[in-house]
C-alpha cells in the first residue's frame, strides 16, 4: 500500500517544511543539511506523483495535495506525541521495560511508531509489546502482566482504569471501481448483496457488524473471514 511507503522521517521533514515555509528554515530546525530536507520532499513528490508545494519568491506554500499530506502527517504527529506524553506519566524513568498488550490494529503501525519516539528521549527504556485480543488484551492487564493495554472496547471493564477513550469509525474498503466507491457512507442493506471480507469473531468491529446487522435482520454470508 501507498502509505506503508510514507515513511516517516520523509513526512517529519516535509511537516516542518510546511510550518516554516522555507527549506532552510526547516533543515535548521531540524538540525540538517538543506539538501537532505530537499532530497525527502522531492521523494515524497515522485512517490505521490503530484506537487506538494507551491515554489514563490517568499518562500513554499503547500499546494492542495500538500495541505492533505500534512493533515494526515499532524494526525500521526499529533497520536505519536499524546502516546508519549501519557507513558511519560510513568514518572522519568530512565531504565527498565515496559510492557504494553496491544490487540493488532495498534501494533501493525501506531505503536512502533510511538515506541521509537519515546526511546529518542528515553533510550534506557526497553518495550514488550504482547499481541492478543480485544478481550484478552483486558485480561492481561487486570492479571498485572502488562503495564498498559490499547485495545478497541465496546464497554469499559471492571477494574481497568481508562486513561483515554476515543471513538473510531467502521470502515469499508473496496476498489475504487467498486459499485459502492461512490458513496461517502455505506448502510448495511447497501452491503449485502456484495461479496464481503470480514474480521473473526473476537474482533470488536466484527463484534459491532455482527449486532448492527442482527438488530436490522439482514444476514450476511461471507466469502472471506
Same mark, same amino acid.
Given at each position: 500500500?501507498?502509505?506503508?511507503?510514507?515513511?516517516?522521517?520523509?513526512?517529519?521533514?516535509?511537516?516542518?517544511?510546511?510550518?516554516s515555509?522555507s527549506?532552510?528554515?526547516a533543515?535548521?530546525?531540524?538540525?540538517?543539511?538543506?539538501s537532505?530536507?530537499?532530497?525527502?520532499?522531492?521523494?515524497?513528490?515522485?512517490?505521490?506523483?503530484v506537487?506538494?508545494?507551491?515554489?514563490?519568491?517568499?518562500?513554499?506554500?503547500?499546494?492542495?495535495?500538500?495541505?492533505?499530506?500534512?493533515?494526515?502527517?499532524?494526525?500521526?504527529?499529533?497520536e505519536?506525541?499524546?502516546?508519549?506524553?501519557?507513558?511519560?506519566?510513568?514518572?522519568?524513568?530512565?531504565r527498565g521495560r515496559?510492557?504494553?498488550?496491544?490487540?493488532?490494529?495498534?501494533?501493525?503501525?501506531?505503536?512502533?511508531?510511538?515506541?521509537a519516539?519515546?526511546?529518542?528521549?528515553?533510550?534506557?527504556?526497553?518495550?514488550h509489546?504482547?499481541?492478543?485480543?480485544?478481550?484478552?488484551?483486558?485480561?492481561?492487564?487486570?492479571?498485572?502482566?502488562?503495564?498498559?493495554?490499547?485495545?478497541?472496547s465496546?464497554?469499559?471493564? *471492571?477494574?481497568?482504569?481508562?486513561?483515554?477513550?476515543?471513538?473510531?469509525?467502521?470502515?469499508?474498503?473496496?476498489r475504487?471501481?467498486?459499485?459502492?466507491?461512490r458513496?461517502?457512507t455505506?448502510?448495511?442493506?447497501q452491503?449485502?448483496p456484495?461479496?464481503?471480507?470480514?474480521?473473526?469473531?473476537?474482533?470488536?468491529?466484527? *463484534?459491532?457488524f455482527?449486532?448492527?446487522?442482527?438488530e436490522?435482520?439482514?444476514?450476511?454470508?461471507?466469502?472471506?473471514?
Amino acid at each position: 500500500m501507498l502509505s506503508h511507503r510514507l515513511q516517516d522521517t520523509a513526512l517529519r521533514y516535509f511537516l516542518e517544511v510546511v510550518r516554516s515555509g522555507s527549506l532552510t528554515e526547516a533543515a535548521q530546525r531540524l538540525n540538517v543539511t538543506v539538501s537532505a530536507v530537499s532530497r525527502q520532499v522531492a521523494a515524497l513528490e515522485t512517490l505521490l506523483g503530484v506537487p506538494l508545494f507551491d515554489r514563490r519568491p517568499r518562500g513554499m506554500v503547500a499546494s492542495a495535495a500538500g495541505e492533505v499530506l500534512a493533515a494526515y502527517a499532524l494526525r500521526g504527529a499529533l497520536e505519536a506525541d499524546r502516546v508519549v506524553s501519557e507513558i511519560a506519566a510513568l514518572q522519568g524513568l530512565r531504565r527498565g521495560r515496559v510492557r504494553i498488550a496491544s490487540s493488532a490494529g495498534f501494533a501493525i503501525e501506531f505503536l512502533p511508531r510511538c515506541i521509537a519516539e519515546f526511546r529518542e528521549r528515553y533510550p534506557g527504556l526497553h518495550f514488550h509489546v504482547r499481541v492478543a485480543s480485544p478481550a484478552d488484551v483486558t485480561g492481561i492487564v487486570l492479571h498485572g502482566d502488562a503495564d498498559i493495554g490499547i485495545t478497541y472496547s465496546r464497554a469499559g471493564e *471492571q477494574g481497568i482504569r481508562v486513561e483515554h477513550r476515543q471513538p473510531a469509525p467502521v470502515i469499508a474498503i473496496m476498489r475504487p471501481d467498486h459499485p459502492l466507491a461512490r458513496f461517502r457512507t455505506v448502510t448495511l442493506a447497501q452491503m449485502q448483496p456484495y461479496p464481503l471480507a470480514l474480521p473473526e469473531a473476537d474482533n470488536t468491529v466484527r *463484534q459491532l457488524f455482527d449486532i448492527a446487522a442482527g438488530e436490522r435482520g439482514i444476514v450476511f454470508e461471507p466469502v472471506l473471514v
